[in-house]
């Protein structure tokens, strides 16, 4: 039994036992094998797995994405229809710079909120230096 990996030591690739059980269940890394005394142990290529497994995700990519990609590589075959890594890389991409550009949206709204001196929301609504896109917020407004 190659058991170069167990619950302790997985911190060495960066994930913690909870982590382990969970990618196991989702089908990202495969049951381990266990002791006499019920302990788990991972073969030593489990190490290579996770660390991939943690680039992907932090990269952008879905753990179903993730599963999708580890088993279309281990069959190259033509047995899976889903797109590989350069199509769905492209697609994260994508989806990553539509992110950077909404952020950059919120970071010049909330400089010229601070900019504009604004104190509260309602009195910022009322404000036409205001920046926030809160003008229903002024109209909405039960007089009174």
């Known amino acids: 039994m190659s058991t170069a990996l167990r619950s302790g030591p997985a911190a060495g690739a960066g994930v913690n036992l909870?982590?382990?059980?969970?990618?196991?269940?989702?089908?990202?890394?495969?049951?381990p094998d266990r002791t006499a005394g019920g302990q788990r142990g991972w073969p030593a290529g489990t190490v290579v797995v996770l660390r991939v497994i943690r680039a992907a995700h932090r990269t952008g990519f879905a753990l179903d994405e993730i599963a999708d990609?580890?088993?279309s590589g281990a069959h190259r075959?033509?047995?899976?229809?889903?797109p590989g890594l350069p199509g769905r890389a492209r697609a994260t991409l994508a989806?990553?710079?539509?992110?950077?550009?909404?952020?950059?949206?919120?970071?010049d709204t909330l400089s010229a909120a601070v900019a504009a001196g604004c104190e509260d929301l309602r009195?910022?609504?009322?404000s036409p230096c205001c920046p926030l896109p809160y003008e229903?917020?002024?109209?909405?407004?039960?007089?009174?």
Do not use: F, K, M, N
């Not at 075959?77 to 889903?82: L, W």
């Not at 229903?136 to 009174?144: H, K, N, Q, V």
């Open 136 to 144: 229903a917020l002024a109209t909405d407004r039960p007089s009174g």
């Open 69 to 71: 990609l580890l088993i």
């Open 18 to 31: 909870q982590t382990l059980r969970y990618y196991e269940r989702r089908g990202l890394i495969s049951e």
């Open 123 to 126: 009195t910022c609504a009322e």
């Open 77 to 82: 075959h033509g047995r899976r229809a889903a």
């Open 95 to 107: 989806e990553t710079e539509q992110r950077l550009a909404d952020l950059e949206v919120i970071c």
